[in-house]
C-alpha cells in the first residue's frame, strides 16, 4: 500500500517538474522571439537610417553638380535637382540664398519611416564684380607716369602706381597695392583683399554673330578706314593691327590687337570695343575706345595717351607708363560663359 502511494507521488513530483520546465523553455523561447523581434526592428531602422544619409549624401553631391553645370539653378533650381529617387529611398533639395554669393543647400532623404538630412554651405563666384571697376587685372597692375582711373581698380596679384596717377575710387589688390611719388586715390588703398573672380567672355556668342554676318576673318588683318561690321561683330582668326581706323562695332580677335593711333571704336552699349582671346592688347597712339577692353589670355600695354570710356578686364598684366591717357568708367555687360566653379565652405551632416 506504501510502496503504491510512494510510486503515485514520484509520477506526480516528475510530472510537475516537467511541465515547469516546459512552461520556462516556452518562457524563454516568447522573450527570444520579442527580442529577436525587436533586435530586428532595431537592425532594420539602423540600416535605413543608413541608405537614408548615403541618399542624401548623394542628392546634395547631385545638387552642387547641378549648380556647376548652370549657376541659374540656384536662383531657380531645376526639378530633376528639387526631388527624385535613388536606391531604395527618395529626396527633396532646397535653396537658401545669402548675400555675399553664399548658398545653402539642403538635402532630406526618406526611406521608409526614417529621414536623414545633409547640409551644405557654398559660395559661387560672382563674375560681375570684376565689371565693377574701371581696371580690372587677374595679374598684377602697374600705372606709372601720368593717367586718370575712374570708379576704381583691383589686381588679383599687386599693384604699384608711381607718378601723376590718380584713381578716383578705391584702389585695392590680393597682393600688395603701393602709392608713390604723386599717385593717390580718392577712396581706400587696400592689401590683401579677397581675389575677384576672372569673368569668361563667351568667344563662341561673338563667333556666331560673326559667322552669320558674313564677319568672320581668317589671318592677320590690318585695319584702315571705315568699318560698319554687319551684326555688329568683326572676329578676326589671327591678328589685328589698327591705324587711322574708325569702326562702329566690335572687334574681336584670337592673337593680339595693335593701335598705333588715331583710331576710333565705337561698340554698342555694354558690349566689348576690343577683346583679344589669346594675345595682348597693346595700344600705342593716341585714339578713343567706347566699351569693354579684355583680354583673356595676354595683357594690356597702355602707352599711347589713348581715351577709354568703358572699363578694362585683363587676364594678365595691366601696365600703362608715359602719358597713357584717361578711363571714364561705364557699365558695360557682355555674354559670359556660365562659371564651372563652387567653392564649398561647410558640411553639415
Not at 539602423?46 to 541618399?55: F, G, H, K, P, S
Not at 531657380?76 to 529626396?91: A, D, N
Not at 592673337?255 to 576710333?264: L, Q
Not at 597712339?285 to 589670355?297: C, F, I, P, Q
Request: glycine fraction near 14%; proline fraction near 2%.
Amino acid at each position: 500500500m506504501k510502496a503504491n502511494t510512494k510510486r503515485k507521488f514520484e509520477k506526480g513530483s516528475a510530472f510537475i517538474t516537467i511541465f515547469f520546465f516546459m512552461t520556462l523553455v516556452g518562457l524563454a523561447a516568447s522573450s527570444m522571439g520579442i527580442m529577436l523581434q525587436g533586435d530586428m526592428h532595431l537592425s532594420r531602422r539602423v540600416v535605413d537610417r543608413l541608405q537614408a544619409y548615403e541618399i542624401a549624401r548623394g542628392a546634395a553631391e547631385r545638387g552642387l553638380a547641378y549648380i556647376v553645370d548652370n549657376i541659374e539653378n540656384i536662383s531657380t533650381p531645376c526639378r530633376e535637382m528639387q526631388e527624385g529617387t535613388l536606391g531604395s529611398g527618395t529626396y527633396k533639395v532646397y535653396i537658401e540664398k545669402f548675400g555675399g554669393g553664399d548658398f545653402g543647400l539642403v538635402a532630406e532623404a526618406t526611406v521608409g519611416d526614417v529621414v536623414q538630412k545633409v547640409k551644405v554651405y557654398g559660395r559661387y563666384p560672382d563674375e560681375k564684380e570684376a565689371f565693377m571697376r574701371g581696371v580690372f587685372s587677374n595679374g598684377d597692375l602697374i600705372g606709372h607716369g601720368n593717367g586718370t582711373v575712374e570708379n576704381g581698380t583691383h589686381s588679383n596679384q599687386s599693384s604699384d602706381f608711381f607718378g601723376s596717377i590718380n584713381i578716383e575710387g578705391n584702389a585695392s589688390s590680393s597682393g600688395s597695392t603701393s602709392m608713390r611719388g604723386a599717385a593717390n586715390a580718392t577712396g581706400t588703398v587696400s592689401s590683401g583683399a579677397p581675389r575677384i573672380t576672372f569673368p569668361e567672355l563667351d568667344w563662341n556668342h561673338y563667333y556666331d554673330i560673326a559667322a552669320a554676318n558674313g564677319e568672320v576673318y581668317v589671318g592677320d588683318q590690318t585695319l584702315k578706314g571705315t568699318y560698319n561690321p554687319s551684326g555688329g561683330v568683326m572676329y578676326v582668326v589671327g591678328n589685328v593691327d589698327t591705324t587711322s581706323a574708325i569702326v562702329n562695332g566690335m572687334v574681336i580677335c584670337t592673337g593680339t590687337f595693335e593701335d598705333h593711333g588715331k583710331t576710333v571704336i565705337k561698340a554698342p552699349q555694354g558690349e566689348p570695343a576690343i577683346a583679344a582671346r589669346n594675345g595682348h592688347v597693346d595700344f600705342h597712339g593716341k585714339s578713343a575706345v567706347e566699351g569693354l577692353v579684355y583680354t583673356g589670355g595676354g595683357d594690356v600695354y597702355m602707352h599711347g595717351n589713348t581715351q577709354i570710356t568703358g572699363s578694362v578686364i585683363v587676364w594678365g598684366t595691366y601696365d600703362s607708363y608715359g602719358n597713357w591717357g584717361q578711363l571714364d568708367y561705364m557699365e558695360t555687360d557682355p555674354e559670359l560663359t556660365s562659371s564651372s566653379t563652387i567653392k564649398v565652405l561647410v558640411w553639415e551632416l
